[in-house]
């Protein structure tokens, strides 16, 4: 059996002990006496636990990523380098990310400032940040503050964004380390299996041979039922390492996303290729979230208000599924059969998703509308997708919705009253009313009935206006609403 | 802003960066759950009543005493001293005792040698119960008449005729949302016993003397065999003044019956889920204007939701009542407060403590009265604000001094182009179908000083090493308001040495005694004083010696500035602090003393509803701008302009975050933060997956404060002002331009009718209710 091999602080690590099941953070607060990292909440919503990790952006190339240790497993940090706000300073001085959260008073009661600071290293070392705001949102609203109000916050990330040195001693070695998440994983410990295999066929064996192995992908679902319910998983098979499921390609027809890739991979690739995608993943969970949630596991996790759903069933979305007994392909229509069950079928995983390009006379768009604009689950979300033929007749209608039933599905009914009709405000405003024959909404603590139904019939409307002008809109920088209304009249 | 470096001296008055900024960021920063914990030292869980309200049929430990790893259960009849924890009236048990009255009152304790084990402890707990039917609001304690203490009254001049000549008349009801504190460090403790039965007790509380006392009486020890200690709390507000003696109390309860160190340690969940939050209120309004928008007269009848005990709901209830005028004058009033008692856990201390609510009421009274009237709500507001004689008095009769109102309004509005902006909005509103704007502006009046008049003194403890080295001991615990880096501050000045050569200690009890709660933002006038005051004793031991060194009269005039003691009318001759406090030493002169500090002045009776319950005022406004979408309620608040009156500011940098930090929090409550209970009374919202307190992007890009100059306070330190509590109610302004951009969606002709916290659906159904 293999003992885990990893960096903390640049300090080679072997652990043969801990179980499989223990998270990073527990890991380090509880065996490596490194409290920095704290725990306020063990469900990835606070990011006091946030730690930086080495990983790789889609083309292959090292770089650090702030992953949430609490829903981190330890075997996940396998080859890889871990740093926290404990290994940053050199020789007594601080790291200059360090020093711009101290200039700007970016802590208070500093709970939250390990977490925020490691958020901070990341933007330092990112090449790709943009300085809009609503980018640097993204960096960080994966940190929650009860004390600062984030102005300050704002500034230090401002100061420090992008001004990292590629080879400076924390970037250097990452960069430098061999490529991670490509050495197949072995681990067992207190009679607790963890694989990580390196190719499609032996993950699919594993599968075929132990029935009670639960499949995890980033593990933002999965861990919480370690966290939160204190569940010990026996048998978990990693996807991480299968290279065909972390593939991103696009041909002549097609995007192809392997099953396993990260959201933060999906998002960088296509932000600016294609809004509907792009929109959604914006205010998807968090940039922590979305460096480890991948799209095999929010389609698998069968959520009624998973994000991607709604989004991909609006633009037509194929899924293959991979046996032992061989391959098929299914429109994602057909994945989900009741609430949280789909037509997987054991011994089978998604291994990737098929997204059609987008045909020139199409309209699309995706929305989420939640409490909270960032790191929030959605009441509705919602992708749409209309072709408009000759004589601005509507050729195809693509209305997805996610929050509106005990799954992400279709508006059949509405499509119906739109297909061959033309793409005027009258006949959206009377297909809307068959919003009602598609869905019967619940009332929680989310959101209740009457919103989901109003939003729903809102953000159709919505969609027609904010088509008018662009067919594929994208967001403004700052938005106010998941609907990008404000040039209209 | 550039910081100077720790050791420039002399730090008061200037920006200067956090005490422990360095120690956050760098990890170094302890917290309870960070501390090495001693060898032997156990961990502790809690048993939790299922039920809002039960009798409990039936209690056992056995099966879960003999759970591997499981060393001790606990329940009330274990408790060897009193099993009563409540700070002000003795009703609230550590542990249930024949029945529990709210979902999550804690029935049991285990210890054991691991969370695993205690886990499978309480797991194994068998308890039974008798449901009882529960009371989970405020209507339903009232139908039962189940109020905790009797009226509070504040009563003047005469409502009925001031509501009878009023052209306008507004009436109402409105119901101020709950809040959960979500400091980002969970309640916990460790105890550590020690010989002779005395206790050491590690605490995340803003009251270690409450700490203190609570633990002695449940142990059946005197006070002076416990010690509590803070070094830092990750944040309280209000949620650890008297709730973290429950967890303190019950640490050592185990600590004392097994030997051995007992943490206690409340994930997010249990935390959540088994303390009080912010007191929700319900308040039932009539108030009469005058055609030109001016306040006649207001009867406001106040419920508080007290939750299960009395906890410091009574003090709450009072400054909510204090509240009820907001910024401005209000002829005739007759306020009345009740609390209720709900089979919910107890709501506590929250910052501004019912304050916001009591000036939630008028301020949406004055929106209301604006619409009615077609008139600008910031003008409204300048037409009731607090001005001259007779224009100058509290409805409890108190002068309003030094009033910063009018400055506020003649120095924000044009700051902000408050009209300007308004002009414009309305001009994009008229030609906008989705999108809407509003701006809104909100002042701020707040009392200082804890209504309990007692409670306003503190104490230090400075002591002087003979390498001119510094520590200072203080009533006061830091949680991230920057206590400590303005008393460092404070002692730097004093005895004029570099704050590198000071050190602030954790705050104990075994080094001030008997101290006030960190709280009612008074943290640093009370002990600042109070440092001040010791290092003045310091001084005048030292002027005789260093006199003598420089060979000067005592009489002349020596100046302690940037380490060294100087001769005023030649600075050149001069000896260092350090060569001064040797010096002294050799002569036998005490190089530590104590300080100490008490209000003048204040006083409040409650019979008449009369007094002067604050020594002062702090002041404070707002201009906020929303976009709001109509489709779907979504809204961002896209730009904040703030001026605030916090004196002569101590720590500029400081008192900066306090009122961001202040803002965004009451953005919270009034907007994302919605607590929501099953029917049975079971919290839902259980941590900030489904509890969303605002996050990055909520805080708007354009976020403008400045602090209001030519303030300083006379009587205050340094011509200071307390600034904890009052930024916290600046964000009303957010709600008054959410109401503004509703009235461009259409006319319902009852007025905006938006409800709280204001979530998009609630957004959403206003608008619905404006355009029906
Ligand atoms: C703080 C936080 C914020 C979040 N925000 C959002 C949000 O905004 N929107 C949203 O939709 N979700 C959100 N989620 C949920 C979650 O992050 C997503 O569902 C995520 O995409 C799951 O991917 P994963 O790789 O982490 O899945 P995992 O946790 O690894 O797996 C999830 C489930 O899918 C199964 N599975 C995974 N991959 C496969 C596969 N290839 N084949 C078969 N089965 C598989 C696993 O067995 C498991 O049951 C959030 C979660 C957290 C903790
Ligand atoms: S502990 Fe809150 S995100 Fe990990
Ligand atoms: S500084 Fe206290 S939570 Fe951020």
Known sequence: MTSLRFYINDELIEESEASPNTTLLRYLRDRRGLTGAKEGCAEGDCGACTVVISGESPAGEPLLRAVNSCLFLLPMAHGRRVYTVEGLARNGTMHAVQQAAVDTLSSQCGFCTPGVVMSLLEAHYRDDLESNPAALDDQLCGNLCRCTGYRPIREALVRIAGKGQRDDDIAGPIRASPPVGRQALTYEADGELYQAPGTLDEALSVLAAEPRCRIVSGGTDLSLEVTKAHRRFPRLLSLENVPELRAIGRDADSWHFGAAVPLADIEQATADTFPPLARMLRYFGSRQIKHRATLGGNLCTASPIGDCAPVLLSLGARLRLRSREGARELPLDELYTGYRATALLPGEILTDVTIPLLPADARASAYKVSKRRELDISAVSAGMLVRIGPASTITEARIAFGGMAAIPKRALAVERELVGRPWTGEVVARAVAALEQDFTPIDDHRASAWYRMSVACNLLCGFFEETRARHLPALPPLPSSTLNLESAP | ?772
Not at chain 2, 297 to 309: K, N
Not at chain 2, 577 to 596: D, H, K, S
Not at chain 2, 706 to 733: C, N, T, W, Y
């Open chain 2, 1 to 772: 802003m550039k910081l100077p470096s720790p050791d420039d001296g002399a730090l008061l008055h200037r920006p200067s960066p956090h005490e422990s900024g360095r120690r956050h960021v760098t990890g170094e920063a302890l917290y309870v759950d960070d501390f090495p914990l001693p060898p032997g030292t156990l961990v502790a869980a809690v048993g939790l009543s299922p039920h809002a309200h039960a009798r409990i049929r039936h209690r056992d430990g056995a099966a879960a005493l003999s759970v591997p790893g499981i060393r001790a259960v606990f329940f009330a009849a274990d408790v060897r001293g009193d099993n009563c924890i409540g700070p002000i009236v003795h009703d609230e048990p550590l542990l249930a005792e024949e029945t529990v009255n709210c979902v999550g009152q804690v029935v049991a304790l285990v210890a054991g040698e691991s969370s695993t084990a205690c886990r499978a402890g309480i797991a194994a707990l068998q308890i039974a119960y008798d449901p009882l039917a529960p009371r989970l609001s405020i209507e339903d304690a009232h139908a039962a008449s189940d109020f905790i203490g009797p009226y509070h009254l504040i009563n003047r001049g005469d409502f009925a005729e001031g509501y009878r000549r009023a052209t306008h008349r507004i009436e109402g009801t409105l119901h101020t949302p709950p809040q959960e504190h979500f400091y980002l460090e969970t309640q916990v403790a460790l105890a550590i016993p020690l010989e002779d039965g005395a206790m050491h007790i590690h605490s995340s509380t803003q009251h270690p003397t409450e700490v203190q006392h609570m633990v002695a009486r449940v142990l059946g020890i005197g006070y002076h065999r416990v010690v509590c200690e803070v070094n830092r709390i990750g944040g309280g507000f209000g949620g650890k003044e008297s709730q973290a003696t429950q967890v303190a109390a019950l640490a050592a309860l185990a600590a004392r019956a097994t030997n051995r160190p007992v943490k206690l340690w409340l994930d997010r969940d249990t935390d959540m889920a088994i303390t009080g939050k912010r007191h929700p209120f319900r308040a039932d309004y009539r108030a009469g204007f005058d055609a030109d928008g001016h306040l006649l007269a207001l009867d406001v009848v106040l419920y508080a939701d007290a939750g299960w005990t009395t906890d410091l709901s009574p003090a709450i209830l009072d400054r909510a009542l204090f509240h009820l005028d907001g910024a401005y004058f209000v002829p005739a009033a007759r306020f009345t407060g009740r609390l209720c008692r709900t089979n919910l856990p107890s709501n506590t201390a929250f910052r501004g403590f019912g304050g916001p609510q009591g000036m939630l009421v008028i301020d949406t009274i004055l929106n209301r009265a604006a619409e009615r009237l077609q008139m600008d709500p910031a003008e409204v507001r300048r037409r009731n604000a607090y001005a001259d004689a007779p224009r100058n008095r509290t409805p409890y009769d108190q002068e309003v001094r030094y009033n910063r109102l009018p400055r506020l309004f003649d120095e924000l509005l044009p700051a902000a182009r408050y009209a300007g902006r308004r002009q414009a909005i309305e001009a994009f509103n008229a030609g906008s179908t989705y999108v809407k704007r509003g701006i809104g502006f909100q002042p701020v009046k707040f009392g200082i000083s804890f209504t309990k008049s007692m409670l306003n003194q503190a104490g230090a403890y400075v002591l002087v090493f003979t390498d001119g080295t510094v520590q200072v001991n203080h009533a006061g615990t830091e949680m991230g308001q920057g206590l400590h880096t303005k008393i460092l501050a404070i002692c730097s000045a004093e005895l004029g040495v570099a704050t590198g050569a000071i050190r602030i200690m954790s705050t104990s009890t075994e080094k001030v005694p008997n101290t006030s709660p960190t709280a009612a933002s008074s943290g640093s006038d009370l002990n600042g004083q109070a440092v001040q005051s010791a290092c003045t004793t310091l001084r005048h031991r030292l002027i005789p010696i260093a006199a003598a060194m420089l060979g000067v009269e005592e009489t002349d005039e020596l100046t302690f500035a940037s380490g060294l003691v100087s001769l005023a009318a030649d600075p050149a001759r001069s000896r260092t602090f350090a060569e001064v406090a040797n010096a002294a030493w050799m002569a036998r002169i005490p190089l530590a003393a104590t300080g100490y500090y008490a209000t003048p002045g204040i006083h409040f009776d409650p019979a008449t509803g009369t007094g002067e319950p604050f020594y002062y005022f702090a002041f404070g406004g707002a201009v906020a701008e929303v976009e709001v979408c109509s489709l779907t309620g979504q809204y961002r608040v896209t730009r904040v302009d703030i001026l605030h009156d916090a004196g002569n500011s101590l720590v500029p940098s400081i008192d900066r975050g306090q009122i961001e930090g202040g803002f965004i929090q009451g953005l919270g409550w009034l907007t994302t933060e919605d607590l929501r209970r099953d029917p049975a009374g079971r919290l839902i919202t259980r941590g900030p997956s489904t509890y969303k307190i605002p996050s990055f992007g909520d805080a708007p890009t354009e976020f403008f404060v400045r602090l209001l100059d030519r303030a300083a306070q006379p009587g205050v330190i340094h011509g200071s002002k307390a600034v904890g509590e009052p930024p916290f109610m600046l964000a009303i302004s957010v709600i008054t331009a959410l109401r503004h951009s509703m009235r461009a969606c259409g006319d319902s002709g009852s007025g905006v009718e938006l409800s709280l916290p204001a979530t998009p659906e609630s957004v959403l159904r206003a608008i619905t209710r404006q355009r029906s």
